[in-house]
């Protein structure tokens, strides 16, 4: 039996055609899962292999579940990203009109993407009501339970509905990330187009706190792409900080911020360095003067000659 990886299911949802351009998946068993925090517990559990799921979209940031899923529980890590434009279909049983349209569902990440086309097209007192995922809500129209469901084009066929209206979106060139996940293990080589994910926890609550940690990157030219607050459950404030930023742990600028940041947070969860979904290494910024590998191995030497009386 082929190694699986989990997904968010059902089948035809975004998440399935975005997994299906990785090319190790056409060698995977794949398997829908109810939600994302099955997929990834599928992956501790020892069920899968790998767990693929939505982190992040243009519209609305990151994906909170997964986040969430990602900082707390057994530690997981990131090991390629995908991105996937997203546009939606409004999917009908055969034979209904938009003016029979009184109740809607799509996943809780679909609305923002969609709540314009809503107010100037449907009912102005049409229902919303959040699904698992966005293939599950047409799996809900299918039943009856619901007049309509905003998903993708390609999931009408698999449950038996009618594109009403395609090409539905209120951002034009919107994207989600979706990312490949496992347990931890040694990171895959550099690429030199490449991302770092973690997660950090404050020692203590003070004016100035998270721009001193930030400075760990800034003060050695490594630019951020994500920052996002998630609550540690403590209590109202109480928050720890996802970050991605460019770069590989194996590179000195990235693994010296990382040990900085060791050394002055809480707690900093690792959760993977891996390439950069769309990008190429001539597609990278220039590095700033100072940070590159050669720099740093050349202030090192300096370091060693001056505490060895070798100026």
Known sequence: MPASYAYLGPEGTFTEVALRTLPEAA?????????????????????????????????????????????????????????????????????????????????PAAQPQVRNW???????????????????????????????????EFAAERYGLEPLVTEIHDATNAQTRFVLVGKPARPAAPTGADKTSVVIWQREDHPGTLMELL????????????????????GIGDYCFAIDAEGHISDRRVAEALMGLKRACLQVRYLGSYPQAGFAPKDVRPLRTGTSDSEFVAASDWLARCQDGRF
């Open 27 to 107: 060698t995977r068993e794949l398997v829908p899962m109810v939600s994302v925090p099955a997929a990834l517990d599928a992956v501790r559990g020892g069920e899968a292999e790998a767990a693929f799921v939505p982190i992040e979209n243009s519209v609305e940031g990151g994906i909170t579940t997964t986040l969430d899923e990602l900082v707390a529980g057994e530690p997981l890590m990131i090991y390629r990203e995908v991105l996937l434009d997203i546009t939606f279909a409004l999917l009908v049983r055969p034979g209904t009109k938009l003016s029979d349209i009184k109740t809607v569902t799509a996943h």
């Open 118 to 152: 809503m107010k100037a097209n449907l009912v102005e007192d049409v229902v919303w009501e959040s699904a698992a995922s966005n293939a599950d809500g047409a799996r809900l129209v299918q039943e009856g339970r619901f007049d309509a469901a905003f998903a993708g």
């Open 215 to 234: 400075q760990q990157f800034a003060m050695r030219g490594v630019n951020l792409m994500l920052l996002q607050s998630r609550p540690t459950g403590k």
